[in-house]
């Protein structure tokens, strides 16, 4: 089971931190990936993190501002996003694959529920 929080409302130009929490065996062996889905739109891959912590990676549209961490110790990732705009708006979810890279969300076999992140102008 996984759990995103850490959603809210934030001005553009701003940050926010978002976590998703693993129960279980889920956090072993499974890469953890962000997506989020804009009303209307279709769910885009944010980025990803290996279970190891040693790969990462970014989708174009956030790299250099967004940075993913991850504490297995908590089986917790930390999805940091900085200098957020509007476009950031969406409803954020993590999931979790055998993967060990991918950007496919066919690929996230298990994924929690979503955060709403707001960003106004």
């Known amino acids: 089971q996984l759990q995103a929080c850490g959603g809210g409302l934030v001005q553009a130009g701003g940050s926010l931190r978002l976590s998703c929490v693993a129960s279980?065996?889920?956090?072993?062996?499974?890469?953890i990936g962000w997506f989020r889905q804009a009303p209307g739109k279709d769910r885009e891959f944010v980025g990803a993190?290996?279970?190891?912590?040693?790969?990462?990676f970014y989708g174009d549209s956030v790299k250099g501002r967004f940075t993913i961490s991850r504490d297995n110790s908590r089986k917790t990732v930390y999805l940091q996003m900085n200098s957020l705009k509007p476009e950031d708006t969406a409803v954020y979810y993590c999931?979790?694959?055998?993967?060990?890279?991918?950007?496919?969300?066919?690929?996230?076999?298990?994924w929690g529920q979503g955060t709403l992140v707001t960003v106004s102008s």
């Open positions: 993190v290996s279970w190891s912590g040693t790969m990462k």
């Open positions: 999931a979790a694959t055998r993967a060990i890279r991918s950007s496919e969300s066919n690929r996230y076999n298990y």
């Open positions: 279980g065996a889920l956090f072993s062996e499974h890469s």
